[in-house]
Every structure is written in structure tokens, then in C-alpha cells.
């Protein structure tokens, strides 16, 4: 099976510019999430989707940042505009409601905004 | 608010002996489920164990144990017999258990090295 998937591997990009990550989740899961890991603060949750609902987006962290999830097999995390301080490793992980409760994660897009 | 604590940022240990990892947690939820990830370089996040709070039984998964102190609010990870390929940056985390599908809370994580 394939796990999740994410797109880019590696962006960098000039501060002020658009940034626009991507993921494809395992099929058959209903719930997706993106979180962000920087050195100084962790792993921290920006939001999470069920049945590609928002569910919570308290992690994200101002107006610049959006997510989206049309449907159960695709979805975004725009960046506009960037800044230097985004800079970080933005993973996307699934899992189905109802089962062990383990996330799979996909293997990161690391950004560096200049 | 759920909190995960990791107050270990580096240890080591040499090859083949035995290594205890620390994590404490912060809930007033009484079910959940608590697992350890394991990240190595290639910043691929692995699951190494899981553990339901229900079940009073440690869970172990090959060289990988747990020491779960429900009442504590612990849950350790002994790694046993440590291999290189055990190198990695160790998260705990945390997740309610229910109908809804909540999200993981993970610790700040432990720098895990492995000497020959």
C-alpha cells in the first residue's frame, strides 16, 4: 500500500512569495492532519480534518497560512505571504477514525523561505 | 489541555546495552492511547509502540518495551540490546480515545546516539 504522500520534498522560495504544499493521504482514511517541526518548538499541530471537514485550526498560526481538503484524497497548505521564520519541515499524516489511532505520516516538505 | 513532557533532549548509549527514554503526561482523560515514534535522519516518522490506557499490560514490540505508570501519568520506552540503527530523535505522544478522531500531541522529543 501506499503511504502518504507529500509534495515538494524540498521548497525554497524568497520571502514574500506564495508556497503551496501537498498531500495525498492513505486511501481509505477519513482523517488528515498537518503539523510543523522547527527545532526551537517541536512537532505542533496546525490543523486537522475529518471526512475533509476543518475540524480544528487553532494551531494555524495566522491569517497567511491556509488548508484546504476538497476531497478525501487530496490536500493544501498555502503559505502567502512567506516569511523566513515559516521556515520549517511541514509534515501531512492520516488515519481512520476507529482504528489504533496511530497517525501515518508522510516523509515532510522542508521549506526555506529567504 | 493535554501536555506531553520529554526531559531528556540527548542520551546515549552504547551498542548493545540497554537505554530508558522518560515521558510524563498531563490529562484528566481516564482512556487514551500513548505512543512512541521514532525519526531518524531521513526525517521519516516511525511508529515503534503503542499502548491503550486501559490495558494494564506493557506493550512490547521486539527489542522496544514500555513501562506504563497509568497512575503517574509515565510511560518510558526501554530499548534493549541497542543497534546503530536505533540512532534517532525519540517523540512520545498522546491521544484521546473516542468516537472522534482527535490529534497526537507529541513531547519536544529525545536525541537518541548510539556508540560503537
Redesign the interface.
Known amino acids: 500500500d501506499a503511504g502518504v504522500i507529500q509534495s515538494p520534498r524540498h521548497e525554497v522560495t524568497e520571502m514574500g512569495q506564495e508556497v503551496t504544499l501537498r498531500c495525498k493521504p492513505i486511501s481509505g482514511h477519513n482523517s488528515l492532519f498537518w503539523y510543523r517541526q522547527t527545532m526551537m518548538r517541536g512537532l505542533e499541530l496546525l490543523i486537522y480534518f475529518n471526512n475533509n471537514v476543518p475540524i480544528d485550526d487553532s494551531g494555524m498560526p495566522e491569517d497567511r497560512f491556509s488548508a484546504k481538503m476538497p476531497n478525501a484524497s487530496f490536500s493544501t497548505l498555502k503559505i502567502q505571504p512567506s516569511e523566513p521564520r515559516d521556515s520549517a519541515v511541514y509534515f501531512c499524516a492520516s488515519n481512520r477514525q476507529g482504528d489504533t489511532g496511530e497517525l501515518f505520516f508522510g516523509e515532510g516538505s522542508r521549506l526555506t523561505v529567504l | 489541555a493535554q501536555t506531553v513532557t520529554q526531559s531528556q533532549p540527548e542520551m546515549s548509549v552504547q551498542e548493545a546495552e540497554t537505554v530508558t527514554l522518560s515521558c510524563t503526561y498531563d490529562t484528566s482523560e481516564s482512556d487514551y ?1 500513548l ?1 512512541w515514534y521514532k525519526q531518524p535522519p ?4 516511525i ?1 515503534v509502540i ?1 499502548q ?1 490506557a486501559y490495558k494494564q499490560q506493557n506493550a512490547t514490540e521486539n527489542r522496544f518495551s514500555v513501562n506504563f505508570q497509568k497512575a503517574a501519568k509515565s510511560f518510558s520506552l526501554k530499548i534493549s540490546d541497542s543497534q546503530l540503527g536505533d540512532a534517532a530523535m525519540y ?1 512520545c505522544a498522546y ?1 484521546r ?1 473516542g ?3 482527535y ?7 529525545t536525541l537518541l546516539t548510539v556508540n560503537p
Open positions: 492511547y505512543f531521513s526525517r521519516q516518522m511508529l503503542r491503550e517523540f491521544r480515545s468516537g472522534s478522531n490529534k497526537l500531541t507529541f513531547g519536544k522529543g
